[in-house]
């Protein structure tokens, strides 16, 4: 997907596309009801210079009278016909709007690096991407229903006082360009400002979501108030962004007032003056004044979504500078799918550090025979999870490729490399969703009897046969209504039904009890049957049966063998296994 316009309302013209037809019809529509809905006070001032004697002679008055009321009553039933029209077309394409920057908005978030998660609250994330929902749909709103209709009434306005009398004209045209003087000056302070409130509003939301996310530890620890002696700050931070933009807000309106009444005052005594001299019917004084009325009226609507769409656009600005950031993982242009035969791996002069970390693999090589299983090892730091998290492309190397099968993994596409590779995680993530559809996960076209086979070899059919709604109990969120044992035996479960040629364990069992291991263990055996493994342990038990064990230390393999080899050398490994297993203690 492109990268996001970093600006609202190129971000708003963006989302546009595909309504141009359906727009511009809604625009016509507008346009020729704003038009019968202005003819409207004409043909009612008509009526009045005929009530006043000032045109027609009396013979005909009443024909007049009723031709023009007949003209009255066509003007505003056509612009409420039009009208209702022009809201059928709004509704399509304001509910098509807000549905398609959702969807578009969580696509292209979803795309981010893991170094771009591994920065921000997913709770936050996900509520900035329904802000900026609501946000594009009061833009569409505003500009369509107040800054169109506004630019539509004006110049029909402007139009018709010309029509009726050009000097009056001029100075409302006058009026109208020192109140959008005003306007202008007004709006960029308050946009910055309400910008700034947005951003102040995410971080302290982002806080609150962290207490209220670790609400276990918050009771244990009885650390309510502590965690309120923290978050103040950010309150009040985020009060003075409040009270900076209703001030500012607040003055603006003011402003805006004198210069509204001093236009309406002036346009009034005009009137009179130009009846007094005889320069216009009586007629004309209501048609003109009608028309300032309502012109002044549709000004204050404005002024207000003015206000609403400086909040809109600044708030929407906030959450785009963070969504408008480029991926930085991509397909390459022309990349094609990843092609797994034997499943074999190879690191290549690996060269890789994180951001704010020295280098973590340095000139790193390693090949993985097709369907050999291999079990990583060494202490926290080591860089296990990092060489499994650059297999999946979440990090790009810096030096060096990582190929499968020979092919780069850089030069296929994201999709289909992560189809080729199954991980069961040492913290399951189980959807808020059914077991069912946890199991069946990334599946539209699985059949009931694959998923039910699934379980039954992960050993999991048991106990969800157990549960109150077997397949269609729910999990709660993030999997809190089973155990560590029964999570991991869905993953499992889900892990036989993709059935990818190469799988990664990242400590499968190390958070479970005995019982829950063997279960795990036992699942394993059909799980790992004719793919590449590739499973990271600490607890060395669990790696007794791999083909090969690698030993792994800042970023270098220093030893590898299978167990009993590495046993026998006495170093590393065999150190790690006497402290595990007790073995050569007195």
Not at 98 to 112: E, L
Not at 155 to 164: A, P
């Amino acid at each position: 997907m492109d990268k996001y316009p970093a600006k609202a309302f190129s971000y708003f013209l963006k989302e546009l596309k595909g309504y141009r037809r359906i727009y511009l019809l809604l625009l016509i529509s507008i346009a020729i009801a704003l038009f019968f809905d202005k003819l409207a006070p004409y043909y009612f001032s008509k009526i009045i210079d005929v009530f006043s004697g000032n045109i027609g002679d009396k013979k005909d008055s009443l024909e007049l009278i009723f031709k023009y009321f007949g003209l009255f009553i066509l003007s505003i039933f056509l612009f409420n016909i039009l009208r209702r029209f022009g809201m059928f077309l709004c509704q399509k394409i304001e509910t098509g709007l807000r549905i398609k920057t959702k969807r578009n908005a969580m696509i292209y978030m979803a795309g981010h690096s893991e170094r771009f998660f591994n920065e921000q609250h997913s709770a936050s994330l996900g509520a900035k991407v329904g802000q900026l929902s609501d946000q594009m749909s009061d833009m569409f709103m505003l500009s369509l229903w107040e800054f169109y209709t506004a630019a539509v009434v004006m110049l029909i306005t402007i139009g018709m006082l010309f029509w009726v009398n050009y000097f009056f004209a001029l100075v409302f045209l006058f009026w109208l360009i020192v109140l959008a003087f005003l306007l202008g000056k007004s709006s960029k302070k308050l946009k910055e400002c309400f910008e700034y409130r947005a951003e102040r509003r995410s971080v302290t939301t982002s806080r609150i979501v962290d207490i209220l996310s670790n609400h276990t530890l918050l009771k244990s620890f009885a650390s309510l108030n502590y965690e309120c002696e923290k978050l103040a700050p950010f309150l009040d931070e985020e009060r003075k962004a409040l009270s900076e933009s209703f001030n500012k807000m607040e003055n603006a309106r003011f402003i805006q007032f004198i210069a509204v009444a001093l236009f309406q005052i002036s346009m009034v005594l005009l009137a009179i003056y130009l009846w007094y001299c005889g320069l216009i019917t009586t007629g004309n004084v209501v048609f003109m004044l009608l028309l300032v009325s309502s012109e002044i009226s549709t000004f204050q609507f404005f002024v207000f979504s003015l206000l609403h769409w400086n909040r809109s656009t600044g708030e929407a600005e906030n959450t785009l500078k963070l969504l408008s950031q480029p991926h930085e993982i991509t397909d390459k242009q022309n990349a094609k799918k990843l092609k797994v035969k034997r499943g074999v791996i190879e690191f290549k002069n690996v060269f890789f550090k994180y951001s704010t970390r020295k280098q973590v693999m340095e000139n790193f090589n390693l090949k993985i025979k097709s369907h050999e299983k291999i079990g990583l090892v060494g202490i926290s730091g080591s860089g296990k999870s990092t060489l499994v998290n650059l297999l999946q492309r979440f990090y790009e190397v810096h030096e060096g490729a990582i190929l499968i099968d020979g092919q780069n993994i850089s030069d296929v596409t994201l999709d289909s490399l992560h189809n080729a590779i199954a991980v069961i995680p040492q913290d399951t993530a189980l959807f808020y969703r059914s077991i069912f559809e946890n199991i069946a996960y990334g599946r539209s076209d699985v059949t009931k009897k694959a998923v039910f086979d699934a379980a039954k070899k992960a050993y999991a059919d048991e106990f969800i046969t157990e549960m109150p709604n077997g397949y269609d109990s729910m999990v709660g969120e993030r999997g809190v209504k089973v155990s560590g044992g029964q999570r991991q035996r869905i993953a499992v479960a889900r892990a036989i039904l993709k059935n990818a040629p190469i799988l990664i364990l990242d400590e499968a069992t190390s958070a479970l009890d005995s019982v829950s291991e063997e279960y795990i263990q036992k699942s394993m055996k059909s799980l790992m049957r004719g793919k590449t493994v590739i499973a990271i342990a600490h607890r060395l038990s669990t790696l007794q049966k791999m083909d090969r064990i690698i030993v792994m230390s800042k970023g270098k393999i220093i030893e590898q063998g299978t167990p009993e080899e590495l046993l026998k050398k006495r170093g590393t490994y065999a150190k790690l296994w006497k402290i595990q297993t007790g073995i050569g203690k007195k």
